[in-house]
Nanobody
Framework: QVQLVESGGGLVQAGGSLRLSCAASRPTFSNYAMGWFRQAPGKEREFVAS??????THAYSVKGRFTISRDTAKNTVYLQMNSLKPEDTAVYYCAIGTLPNQVDYWGQGTQVTVSS
């Protein structure tokens, strides 16, 4: 069992930045990818970014604006979000698994709201 605790969401104006953090309760990077998904109101949950031992993957919609990174010593993954747009408004979920196709554990989610 792995617990994921997210932080860093909030309200920001369009063009602004936020950094999300997700701390895992135990070391995971040797066995799993960690990453982020998001779900906007009335829409399906979608993949945002992931990181594992071999590198990173970012969804096309966020490439060049969002960057995923990790601190292995802290069992923590980050999502730096720049040039935010109103359409980035969603609940952002941290996840662990064979991403993006299989998620073994989810975080509780953190709200990101981008005002125009």
């Amino acid at each position: 069992q792995v617990q994921l605790v997210e932080s860093g969401g909030g309200l920001v104006q369009a063009g602004g930045s936020l950094r999300l953090s997700c701390a895992a309760s135990r070391p995971t990077f040797s066995n799993y990818a960690m990453g982020w998904f998001r779900q906007a109101p009335g829409k399906e949950r979608e993949f945002v970014a992931s990181i594992n031992w071999s590198g990173t993957t970012h969804a096309y919609s966020v490439k060049g604006r969002f960057t995923i990174s990790r601190d292995t010593a802290k069992n923590t993954v980050y999502l730096q979000m720049n040039s935010l747009k109103p359409e980035d408004t969603a609940v952002y979920y941290c996840a662990i698994g064979t991403l993006p196709n299989q998620v073994d554990y989810w975080g509780q989610g953190t709200q990101v709201t981008v005002s125009s």
